[in-house]
């Protein structure tokens, strides 16, 4: 079972499309993460947010736009990305930000 | 920069063998370290973690882990492993002021 979900689960785009994912935490935690995982690579931290507000940008392309409304809640808009960005992009979310991060389920994107 | 280590990238074992995953870390400060699984088709979860302590901590299904500050070590450890273990294992540490960092993850294979 998990505490945090992601929508959609699978996603399909085209370049030209703007899509979104969405994050959602039922755990009352103060801090939330984007990562993205490819084969063969380490997960790579995109970006993070303590109590709403975005404290790292691991110098992500700005094809992808974070939104953070509130502590439960973190978004991840995508606009005219390339197929390298294909991966499964997973959220967290923790305590601190030196607490045990929970990961939600990731939503695997395919961008043709 | 800080860095993680995971020696190695496939392991093969029968059931009830001993396995052994090995994590080293680059950060001279203090760290907290952990271990997260990812069962097939499964979202990644927390294995065991280190924060302070006594050095030898243990886990989930009977998984421990011990802490080896002087080699920056955090090797994963299961006397006898079985089928249901088979997953993929990763190693993560941060340290003060730092964002979590992943090591490329080792994926278990366990014959039955």
């Known amino acids: 079972e998990t505490g945090v979900t992601q929508t959609p689960r699978h996603l399909v785009m085209g370049m030209t499309n703007k899509k979104s994912l969405k994050c959602e935490q039922h755990?009352?935690?103060?801090?939330m993460y984007w990562y993205k995982q490819s084969a063969k690579k380490p997960l790579e931290l995109m970006f993070v947010?303590?109590?709403?507000?975005?404290?790292e940008n691991n110098s992500v392309p700005s094809r992808f736009s974070p939104e953070c409304p509130n502590s439960s809640h973190l978004f991840l808009h995508l606009h005219t990305l390339q197929p390298e960005d294909s991966a499964l992009y997973l959220c967290?979310?923790?305590?601190?930000?030196?607490?045990?991060?929970?990961f939600g389920p990731g939503t695997r994107l395919l961008v043709l | 920069a800080q860095s993680v280590s995971q020696h190695n990238h496939h392991v093969i074992l029968s059931e009830a063998a001993s396995l052994e995953l090995g994590c080293n870390y680059s950060?001279?400060?203090?760290?907290?370290l952990f271990w997260y699984v990812q069962y097939p088709g499964q979202h990644l979860q927390l294995l065991l973690k280190?924060?302070?302590?006594?050095?030898l901590v243990k886990g989930i299904k009977g998984f421990e882990a011990e802490f080896i500050k002087s080699k920056f070590s955090f090797n994963l450890r299961k006397p006898s492993v079985q089928w249901s273990d088979t997953a993929e294992y990763f190693c993560?540490?941060?340290?003060?002021?730092?964002?979590?960092?992943f090591g490329k993850g080792t994926t278990l294979s366990v014959s039955s």
């Open positions: 967290a979310s923790s305590q601190g930000s030196r607490e045990t991060q929970y």
């Open positions: 755990l009352g935690h103060n801090a």
């Open positions: 947010y303590n109590f709403k507000e975005q404290t």
């Open positions: 950060y001279g400060g203090t760290v907290n």
């Open positions: 280190y924060f302070s302590g006594d050095p």
């Open positions: 993560a540490v941060n340290g003060a002021g730092t964002a979590l960092i």
